[in-house]
T-cell receptor, first 115, second 112 residues
Framework: GPKVLQIPSHQIIDMGQMVTLNCDPV?????FYWYKQILGQQMEFLVN????????KSKLFKDQFSVERPDGSYFTLKIQPTALEDSAVYFC?????????????FGPGTRLTVL | GEQVEQRPPHLSVREGDSAFITCTYT??????FFWYKQEPGASLQLLMK???STEINEGQGFTVLLNKKDKRLSLNLTAAHPGDSAAYFC???????????WGSGTKLIIKP
């Protein structure tokens, strides 16, 4: 079936540095999402993105976070600067446009460790 | 906002037995309901999506029940087999947005 890829699978970074998480969505999908899962806790919605714009974001999507998909390439989540509480697994997802009824396809996650 | 509670966090059943996982939600405007399966090291895989108007949905080896009155969504795996060992997550969304609100997950182990 359709696959979403995430690069890298693991990232270790010092607090205060910048990190970019990359997502390669399903090729004909137009909606993109980021979710955050702290170890042992539930997955939480961060942001969704369509037509070059953030459509919805949660309170977890701090000012230090940004997303973009330049020229149809990777959909990226950038954190600058990173903080200890940003340590988590970040899942990217993509879907067809048309509403929440369309299935979101998930990547395998990027485990981010901030030291 | 919407809150989703999932129980149990861990579940161990013998091969061939049933496994029952439940989520309760708070927002009466919730309209779409999802069950995802995540095997170790793998992506989340959609098992089933349920719309507000449907109460019972049957998949391959499992049944999803939606009780709107009690705001309860459940997943019943019938005749569990080792391939069912995974983490299971429910997710809920309102009609008008694209956000999934997640349960905390159930780690299911099938014992031989």
């Amino acid at each position: 079936g359709p696959k979403v890829l995430q690069i890298p699978s693991h990232q270790i970074i010092d607090m205060g540095q910048m990190v970019t998480l990359n997502c390669d969505p399903v090729s004909n999908h137009l909606y993109f999402y980021w979710y955050k899962q702290i170890l042992g806790q539930q997955m939480e919605f961060l942001v969704n993105f369509y037509n070059g714009k953030v459509m919805e974001k949660s309170k977890l999507f701090k000012d230090q976070f940004s997303v973009e998909r330049p020229d149809g390439s990777y959909f990226t989540l950038k954190i600058q600067p990173t903080a200890l509480e940003d340590s988590a697994v970040y899942f990217c997802a993509s879907s067809l446009p048309g509403g929440i009824s369309y299935e979101q396809y998930f990547g395998p996650g990027t485990r981010l460790t901030v030291l | 906002g919407e809150q989703v509670e999932q129980r149990p966090p861990h579940l161990s059943v013998r091969e061939g037995d049933s496994a029952f996982i439940t989520c309760t939600y708070t927002d009466p405007n919730s309209y779409y309901f999802f069950w995802y399966k995540q095997e170790p090291g793998a992506s989340l895989q959609l098992l089933m999506k349920v719309f507000s108007s449907t109460e019972i949905n049957e998949g391959q080896g499992f049944t999803v029940l939606l009780n709107k009155k009690d705001k309860r969504l459940s997943l019943n795996l019938t005749a569990a087999h080792p391939g069912d060992s995974a983490a299971y997550f429910c997710a809920v969304s309102a009609y008008s947005n694209y956000q999934l609100i997640w349960g905390s997950g159930t780690k299911l182990i099938i014992k031989p």
